[in-house]
């Protein structure tokens, strides 16, 4: 099973959370599911939900074992697993998440006695470490820095003072009934660090819904970045101050972001991608783009544009 893609929960029956999910079981009846996934790419013996229809074109290749769908999602061809038909596939989704998974809490030391560091570690006043973590050699934590439990932090990564890792994603489920309230989403995935990676003060990067959000080899964050639940960066990227990427961003290796840049959720960014400060990124870009504005265009189409909102009319 990918760390990346899929969180273990304890074996269950599909029958099993069907009943208890209140769904129609279209297929198999007697499969064991042993992990909560992602849509993308899906995991063996894994379930997982579709709740949008933009993402259906991903069904057809989902190596899950179940997906949670709406009462008219049509099977698609290709697609051999299960589904769980219901009214509210998010709903669904969160309720699955809050019966089958885990959340460890916080226990009464700064440090937590099952926390794995390195002998060489470096902790400054004020840190504080959850349960399951690991820290490898050489790494660097400043005053004030949180690492929410089962965290993975590389070797000879430097956190500044007040980063969070591994906090709840941003995630609320729409009720069936409006007097309900948002349902929150349970977060049981975790984040994992590359090695050499540093992150700038104030920054916060979210653990995965299920899975883990990542951050590559040698890439560097600037102060007061926020990145989302299940983001996944490269390597060897540069992030400058005030970058905050939406839940579920893709970006390749070598990317290079400006600041004060936002960047919408469920898109992919190719590698050598060079965005300029204060843009806004809403659709995918293609590798060794440069772009610029908001909405980001290519940079040679946004220096013309800004060109001409510039020049002034003949007299």
Known sequence: ??????????EQALLDIANALGATLEGPSDVRISNLCTLEPG????????AQGAYAKHLCECKAAAVIVNLKQE???????????VANPYEA??????????????????IDPSADLHPSVQLAPGVTIGAGVKIGAGTVLHPGVTIYPHSTIGAHCI???????????????????????LQKIKHIGHVVLGD??????????????????????????????????????GMHCVLAGQVGIAGSTTIGHGVQIG?????????????????????????????????????????????????????????
């Open 43 to 50: 995991e063996e013996g894994g379930l997982s939900f579709l």
């Open 75 to 85: 099977r698609p061809e290709g697609f051999e697993g299960s589904l769980l038909r």
């Open 1 to 10: 099973m990918d760390r990346l893609s899929a969180t273990p929960i304890a």
């Open 159 to 181: 956190l500044h003072a007040g980063v969070v890792i591994g906090a709840d994603g941003f995630g609320f489920a729409p009720p069936s009934k409006a007097q309900d309230g």
């Open 93 to 110: 989704w969160s309720r699955a998440l809050d019966i089958y998974g885990t959340h460890t809490g916080w226990g009464s030391e700064a």
């Open 259 to 315: 600041g004060q840049v936002g960047i919408a959720g469920h898109i992919h960014i190719g590698d050598g991608v060079r965005i300029g400060a204060q843009s806004g990124v809403h659709k995918n870009i293609e590798a060794g783009k440069t772009v610029m504005g908001s909405p980001a265009v290519e940079a040679s189409v946004f220096r013309r544009k800004f060109a001409a909102s510039n020049m002034k009319p003949r007299s």
């Open 196 to 233: 050499h990676v540093e992150i700038g003060a104030n920054s916060c990067v979210d653990r995965a819904v299920v899975g883990a959000t990542a951050i590559g080899h040698g890439t560097k964050l600037d102060n007061l970045c926020q990145i989302g639940h299940n983001v996944q960066i």
